[in-house]
């Protein structure tokens, strides 16, 4: 029977605020007992009953800025968040500080850093004619002469899946004038890519056709273009 003991003595040790001291085994005793006294527990032994925690509502979620109307060209751009309602299907996106509104007509607007420069960076958004689904404007490119068309790229513009192609011209970076080949049509005419430039074509299915995302710099300054275009096109958010 020790055993068994041993074990009850622990459970009232654990669960038990105030156990009684050991009792020598083999001597089992009864500690005295004054008249009047009571052996239940005291007040001061009780657990207290903890305070209930003040209510506290859900925190309410941070609204986006609201964008605004990017201005006709050409404007130069303070940092923030803009968009083109009248461009189908709509587009926001948000940008930093450098940026111009430089080109926009129909079906085609673009935005652009070092407007007139050899390192001019633009991202330009197209209404491309080059076929009905992303995937067939990207075999038009890639059957295109006179161009270096990288491997086909799967990402995500506003959570819709999209085809990137790297672009570059088979012609020397150094020619001189430089020589421009065309890559794709849209509504305004053909969009083209000059020697010792390289572009970043980004398809993407939209209701009523496909919308080009393309990103522009020179090839020694293209390093330079991703870090500046990259959270641009990261934050794109089409509407329809």
């Known amino acids: 029977m020790l055993p068994r003991l041993l074990i009850a003595g622990l459970l009232v040790a654990a669960c038990g605020s105030q156990p009684n001291a050991p009792t020598p085994s083999g001597s089992p ?18 657990t207290p009953t903890p305070a209930p925690l003040p209510s ?80 067939e404007a990207a075999a038009a490119i890639e059957a295109r002469d006179h161009l270096l068309v990288g491997p086909r790229e799967t990402v995500e513009v506003d959570c819709r899946d999209a085809i990137r192609l790297l672009i570059d011209t088979t012609d020397a970076p150094d020619s001189a004038p430089p020589i421009f080949r065309p890559v794709l049509m849209v509504p305004p005419g053909a969009l083209s890519i000059g020697s010792g430039r390289r572009l970043q074509v980004t398809l993407v299915d939209v209701d009523g056709g496909v919308l080009g995302i393309l990103v522009g710099g020179s090839i020694a300054g293209w390093q330079r273009t991703l870090e500046v275009s990259g959270p641009v096109v990261d934050s794109v958010k089409l509407g329809g």
């Open 29 to 46: 005793s009864t500690a005295p007992t004054t008249p009047g006294t009571s052996t239940a527990a005291s007040p001061t032994n009780a």
């Open 56 to 135: 506290v509502g859900p925190t309410p979620a941070l609204q986006p800025e609201p964008a605004t109307e990017l201005p006709r060209p050409v404007q130069s751009l303070a940092p923030g968040s803009y968009s083109r309602s009248d461009f189908e299907p709509s587009v926001a996106f948000t940008i930093g500080a450098g940026w111009q509104a430089v080109q926009a007509t129909s079906g085609f607007f673009d935005i652009e850093q070092e407007p007139g420069s050899l390192d001019v960076i633009a991202i330009q958004f197209g209404n491309v004619q080059d076929g009905d689904s992303a995937a």
